[in-house]
Every structure is written in C-alpha cells, then in structure tokens.
C-alpha cells in the first residue's frame, strides 16, 4: 500500500537550532517525494521536490531508498519556519499526479 | 492573477442539510481535486478530476459527490452532511503538461456541521 508517515505531530527547537522533520514511506514504484509547507494564514505551497534536488530557504531533504525516507533538513532554524509541514508521495497510475500526504509536522521555532 | 478560489470560506450547517462548496481556478489547469484537512491525520483525498469527463474518487469518497462544470470548476457536495465531516476542505489544481506533480491549493473552506 501507498503509504507516508511522519512520526511527529510537533517539532519545537530554538531559533538557530537544527532541524530534522522526518518522512518515510511505503511505494513499490521508484517514489516521486515532495515537501509542502502551511504557513499560519496563508495557503499550504510546495517547498521543495526530490528530483530537482534544490534547496529552499535552507531546506534540503535527500532521498534514501535503502531507508524509505525523505526527512527534511534546515542547519540553522530561523522563526519564520514556524509552520506546519507536509510530506506528500506522487502517486501514479496512468500518468497522473495524485498526491498522498502524511499526517503533518508542525515546526515550532522558538526566539 | 492566476489563481484558485474558493466559496464559501467558511459555513456552518446543521446535521442532515445540503451543502455545496465550490472552487473556481484561472490557471487553466486541468486537474483538480478536493482534499480535506483534519487535525492529526493531515489531508486525505475525496475526488479528484482529470478533465470534464473524468471523476474519480480518492481515499475517503462515502458520503460525498462532486461535479466538474467546467475545466474551470469542480464543486463538492455533501448530500447529507453529518458533524464527523466538519473539517477544513481545500481545492487544489496540477498541470497535465508540466507533470511536476505540483498542486496549487485554495485557501480553504472551513465547514462545521452541527
């Protein structure tokens, strides 16, 4: 089954601190893996893909297939990464692009 | 500016009534799907569509209906709303062409249902 987990429902670290928001996930295809990110009022958006292999906004995830993971990585958190975070895993069929999403992180940084 | 809206923001309701929330989007996408958020279990798909003449039902459909007017617009309806379908519901649209599996989200529709 198509599956993606983040284990944590709430991630709370101080300004300058590292971060890790994990992701695992359950796919028997070769997995297509996001990151979207909800700020406080404003509409959930994509932070960063696996295939472009980007960083944004510090923000880095690898994808480790041995592992089934695709956590996120920021070296130096600031505040305005204060948000509730999603993994999400194209799903495909037909060439589509569905999107399963995991449960949610909310990152909250401390000053 | 391009983008994808939807109606009502926010709508509070009683068991058993009608209710119809409606996403309109100017990107000229032709995907769309409605998803909704629940605290702790994240955002889960209901329906989602590829063109006007494809509907296809996602993860949790029982107890929802939808209509693709246009390529424009996908409407959600709940025939018989119940309180466990109070949640935040988003529209969002992809691009078939680009394939980059991103998705453009609506602000969202708040629904309560007492």
């Known amino acids: 089954a198509q599956r993606v987990t983040q284990p944590e429902k709430l991630l709370s670290v101080f300004k300058g601190a590292p971060v890790e928001l994990k992701c695992n996930y359950s796919?028997?295809?070769?997995?297509?893996l996001f990151w979207y990110v909800q700020y406080s009022r404003q509409r959930l958006q994509l932070l960063l893909r696996?295939?472009s292999r980007e960083s944004i906004k510090g923000f880095t995830a690898d994808l480790n297939k041995g592992e089934t993971s695709f956590h996120l990585k920021k070296p130096f958190a600031q505040e305005e990464d204060s948000a509730m975070y999603y993994c999400?895993?194209?799903?495909?069929?037909?060439?589509?692009?569905?999107?399963?999403f995991g449960t949610g992180t909310l990152l909250a940084v401390q000053p | 500016d391009a983008d994808v809206t939807q109606t009502p923001r926010n709508r509070i309701t009683k068991t058993g009534k009608r209710i119809m929330l409606e996403c309109s989007q100017t990107?000229?996408?032709?995907?769309m799907y409605w998803y909704r958020q629940d605290p702790g279990l994240g955002l889960r798909l209901i329906y989602y569509?590829?063109?006007?003449?494809?509907?296809n039902k996602g993860e949790i459909s029982d107890g929802y209906s939808v209509s693709r007017q246009a390529q424009a617009k996908f409407s959600l309806s709940l025939e018989s709303a119940i309180p466990n379908q109070t949640a935040l519901y988003f529209c969002?649209?992809?691009?078939?062409?680009?394939?980059?599996?991103?998705?453009?989200f609506g602000e969202g529709s708040r629904l309560t249902v007492l």
């Open positions: 969002a649209t992809s691009d078939f062409l680009s394939n980059t599996g991103e998705l453009f």
């Open positions: 990107k000229g996408h032709d995907r």
């Open positions: 569509s590829f063109d006007v003449k494809d509907i």
């Open positions: 796919y028997s295809g070769s997995p297509e």
């Open positions: 999400a895993l194209a799903s495909y069929g037909g060439a589509t692009n569905k999107l399963i």
């Open positions: 696996h295939i």
